[in-house]
């Protein structure tokens, strides 16, 4: 079974940084594409990075570039996301999600079926 948990949301003012977390089990985790997305107040949800199995190829959401960054490990079976720079509109619940595998396409979030419980972040002054 697919099993995908986050930490380390919480609250932050503006400007500030966060490192989110995200242990997976249950599944060949070094085999499968990765992402992160986000669910704001009265918003649909959306995507903010999507990574590769080996952390070769990555993908950002427009308003996120150069701010926030993905990586994983996968000695650990675990998925980052930093954070910085922080804004009031990157207030949401943060969702990681197990993507295809090697032969399929990181970039399509359509492609991501698997969902963590999510971790709130805050952004507040």
């Known amino acids: 079974e697919v099993q995908l948990v986050e930490s380390g949301g919480g609250l932050v003012q503006p400007g500030g940084s966060l490192r989110l977390s995200c242990a997976a089990s249950g599944y060949n985790y070094r085999n499968y594409c990765m992402g992160w997305f986000r669910q704001g107040p009265g918003k649909e949800r959306e995507w903010v990075a999507l990574?590769?199995?080996?952390?070769?190829?990555?993908y950002y959401i427009d308003s996120v570039k150069g701010r926030f960054t993905i990586s994983r490990d996968n000695a650990k079976n675990t998925l980052y996301l930093e954070m910085r720079s922080l804004t009031f509109e990157d207030t949401a619940m943060y969702y990681c999600?197990?993507?295809?595998?090697?032969?399929?396409?990181?970039?399509?979030?359509?492609?991501?079926?698997?969902w963590g419980q999510g971790t709130q972040v805050s952004v507040s002054s």
């Open positions: 999600a197990k993507g295809p595998s090697i032969y399929g396409d990181c970039s399509r979030p359509s492609n991501y079926n698997s």
């Open positions: 990574d590769s199995p080996a952390n070769t190829l990555t």
